[in-house]
């Protein structure tokens, strides 16, 4: 399921692996379409950092068959 961007709500560009090019580098939850758009979103993203970086690892551990 592709994301939009979290800072202006267009299409995130993808890899041939389907993975989000620009991403926050804290939680790796957070896709972005740009550069740009990443570092003006920045202070928005920071509270919500740490919750999505545990949902996310939570969300990667049960895909691979953890409980």
Same mark, same amino acid.
């Given at each position: ?6 800072? *202006?709500?267009?299409?995130?560009? !993808? ?12 939680? $790796?939850? #957070? ?5 740009? *758009?990443?570092?003006?979103?920045? !202070? ?12 996310? $690892?939570? #969300? ?8």
């Amino acid at each position: 399921r592709e994301e939009p961007c979290r800072a *202006c709500g267009g299409p995130v560009l !993808s890899t041939a692996d389907g993975a989000a090019t620009c991403r926050c580098e804290g939680c $790796l939850v #957070a896709v972005y379409c740009s550069q740009e *758009c990443r570092e003006s979103n920045s !202070s928005k993203h920071e509270p919500d950092c740490p919750a999505m970086a545990v949902s996310g $690892l939570r #969300a990667k551990f049960e895909s691979l068959g953890g409980e």
